[in-house]
């Protein structure tokens, strides 16, 4: 059996095409995908529609399809405020059907494959919340871009170092050991990743629509039994060419340029370099609520918009 893992597609069907042409070419023959399908970019329903019609598939929600359930059950017809405007206008886009789907995706999922456990979910902390509070910051959007802009590493030098730097947290290893043996997939942080330690996988395909560690390809990973004497698996990151032309013409086209204009510039700037522009603007939100003195979150639109208007004289986005 080969498993494709897919997630945070991010409404980019574009993206989302080239990796289910490139899992097939590959001799994919089952889809595990790990949440995040709407949202960003104006393919929702065409992107939920294909996933829709996979064989062999086990789907599980993110926290956008979470964001989506709760204006579906709360019957949401109007702008909650500036800052999550995309939300707003990512449910507007969707069919009723698919927003029923959606909604009643599980939030984790559990795939057997001849005795050994794959355990899907889209968020590390829910595979484990000890572990998660354990993991260091590069581990993370934000702390992986910090490290990047001071000291630009490859992908292969991240997967020593993240790994490294893992195992050395105290309490790191003991936390693993606890989990049963198996295979643990999330997504989320758009970061491709993957690791074994004493028979326990983790593996994150990074995202397939809105890469921000600084590759602009569309990521997934395969991964394939190898039966041998410890039973392990040969994973196969991959990084896949996509249409992006016909992703940023939808984008200008849309009524998001128009309705959500200071997301559209936010997402068009990562979208296009691949770097995480989105968590350095929500820090100079952060920032300027603090200099305001709001300690809501989401933060109100006054601020949002306060925070706008200064954003591109900062240094941030150079």
């Known amino acids: 059996m080969i498993y494709a893992i897919i997630s945070d597609i991010h409404g980019n069907y574009p993206a989302l095409k080239a990796v289910l042409a490139d899992a097939q070419a590959h001799g994919a023959n089952k889809y595990l995908l790990l949440g995040d399908y709407t949202n960003s970019f104006p393919f929702q329903n065409k992107v ?72 899907l979910a889209h968020d590390f902390k829910d595979i484990s919340f000890r572990l998660a509070k354990l993991l260091p910051p590069l581990f993370n959007p934000d702390g992986y871009a910090d490290l990047m802009r001071s000291a630009p590493f490859t ?64 990521a997934y990973t395969l991964i394939t039994r190898t039966f041998d004497s410890e039973n392990n698996w040969y994973v196969q990151e991959q990084r896949v060419n996509y249409d992006m032309d016909t992703v940023i013409n939808a984008m200008q086209a849309s009524s998001f340029a128009s309705e959500c204009p200071e997301w559209h510039k936010i997402f068009m700037r990562q979208l296009i370099r691949g770097d995480d522009y989105f968590t350095q603007f929500i820090r100079y939100v952060a920032a300027t609520a603090r200099e305001l003195g709001e300690t809501a979150d989401p933060v109100s639109s006054t601020v949002f918009n306060a925070a706008a208007k200064t954003w591109e004289a900062t240094t941030f986005n150079q």
């Open 155 to 218: 992908h292969e030098e991240y997967l020593s170092i993240a790994r490294d730097a893992l195992l050395t947290v105290p309490e790191a290893a003991a936390s693993i050991r606890e989990l049963p043996k198996g295979v643990y997939l999330f997504g989320h942080s758009h970061i491709q990743f993957f690791m074994e330690f004493e028979g326990r996988w983790f593996i994150n395909p990074g995202s397939c629509g809105f890469a921000n560690d600084y590759d602009v390809r569309a």
């Open 48 to 119: 939920v529609e294909t996933l829709r019609g996979l064989p062999a598939t086990t789907i599980i929600r993110g926290n956008h399809e979470n964001y989506i359930r709760g204006m579906y059950l709360q019957k949401i017809d109007g702008q909650l405020n500036d800052q999550l405007s995309p939300l707003i206008w990512s449910y507007k886009q969707h069919s009723l059907e698919d927003l029923k789907y959606l909604c009643m995706l599980p939030e984790k999922a559990c795939v057997m494959d001849e005795g050994s456990n794959i355990y």
